[in-house]
């Protein structure tokens, strides 16, 4: 969607190819890079990486919601990423997404240099669709059945592509009514988040009728289970498998792709982007 421009506090985004939103995770026990970004000079180090790989956003968690994780206080959470959105902010010329579901980081955040609000939650915790509307930042949300320690025990749907687009259209129309602009609102179908492998694949395959509500989507399946089980492979030789979705994902015209390997997505995308814009 070329003509929507997201404002994102002093940056904006611009959708003519898909952007590419890089992983920065300040948690000890992410999924697949927990613990190696918990000391603030290899999270800088790696910041810079993405940024000169490719990567337009860089989005910092510091809470993980991997299946079975466990939650964090919002002053641990403060504590871990605070610090590196102020340092980010001050060195580097990219849009610092914060992924937190916490109405007091939310605001932290903001007031620290971050530009867009990643809630896996869709800012459903109490007062965090009015602290994101405060802060005035543009809001990813994102659909999960359930919560991260038990949603994927056993999800079930009538009809998972109909029932995450009623949910994401239900959230979008509240942010709306809250006062937030319906140009800063982001969707985010929510891949491996109370879903199973057939759950996935048929939101990959459906994207176009999120895409038909009329909002940007973001695709985030990098190193995902889906790509386990449908590979064999362990969490760390995902990457063929995560540059097939995020090749998929850009002829399907998501607005933006999140993934952990910057450089290589950023290779695949623009020739999935010349192929599929090739008219000859």
Known sequence: MPDIILQCADKQLTFETPVIMGILNVTPDSFSDGGRYTHLDNALRQAEQMAADGAEIIDIGGESTRPGAQPVTEQKELDRVIPVIEKLHQKLDVVISIDTSKPGV???????????INDVMALRADGALQAAQQTGLPVCLMHMQGEPRTMQTNPQYTNVVAEVKTFLKQRAEQCIAQGINKEQIILDPGFGFGKTLAHNISLFKHLDSLQALG??????????????????????????????????????????????????????????????NYNN
């Open 106 to 116: 939310m605001i932290e955040a903001a007031r620290s240099g971050a530009g867009l």
């Open 215 to 276: 909002y940007p989507v973001l695709v985030g399946a990098s190193h995902k289970s889906m790509l386990g089980q449908i590979t064999g492979k362990a969490v760390e030789d995902r990457l063929a498998g995560s540059l097939a979705l995020a090749t998929l994902a850009t002829i399907k015209k998501a607005a933006i792709i999140r993934v952990h390997d910057v450089a290589e997505t950023v290779d695949v995308v623009k020739v999935a982007q010349a192929l599929s």
